[in-house]
């Protein structure tokens, strides 16, 4: 599976992005697709997820209620709809997919979110 993200920039407190991420090479029915972050000087984390097939979905608490996770079955596309943006979101954006584990990775984008 190949992996492209896009849709980063810098924006203000208080704004709004949309991430993409296009998706080829393969199927992915049964696998699920996800969200990570790493901003400087931390460790990567979570922050959501959907699966493929049903479209359920899980958020990181520090996300929950401001950032919703879709994808579009017909395009392979994964998106990242964040709204309400704080410094604190500001890191470089991975999408990712797999099955058990998430064993493919798209490049980074960044997203920077002033104050």
């Known amino acids: 599976v190949q992996l492209q993200a896009s849709g980063g920039g810098l924006v203000q407190a208080g704004g709004s992005l949309r991430l993409s991420c296009a998706a080829s090479?393969?199927?992915?029915?049964?696998?699920?697709m996800g969200w990570f972050r790493q901003a400087p000087l931390k460790e990567r984390e979570f922050v959501a997820h959907?699966?493929?097939?049903?479209?359920?979905?899980v958020y990181a608490d520090s996300v929950k209620g401001r950032f919703t996770i879709s994808r579009d079955s017909a395009k392979n596309m994964v998106y990242l709809k964040m709204n309400s943006l704080k410094p604190e979101d500001t890191a470089v954006y991975y999408c990712?997919?797999?099955?058990?584990?998430?064993?493919?990775w798209g490049q980074g984008t960044q997203v920077t979110v002033s104050s």
């Open positions: 090479g393969r199927t992915l029915s049964g696998y699920r």
């Open positions: 959907i699966l493929w097939s049903g479209g359920s979905t």
């Open positions: 990712a997919a797999g099955t058990s584990t998430f064993e493919y």
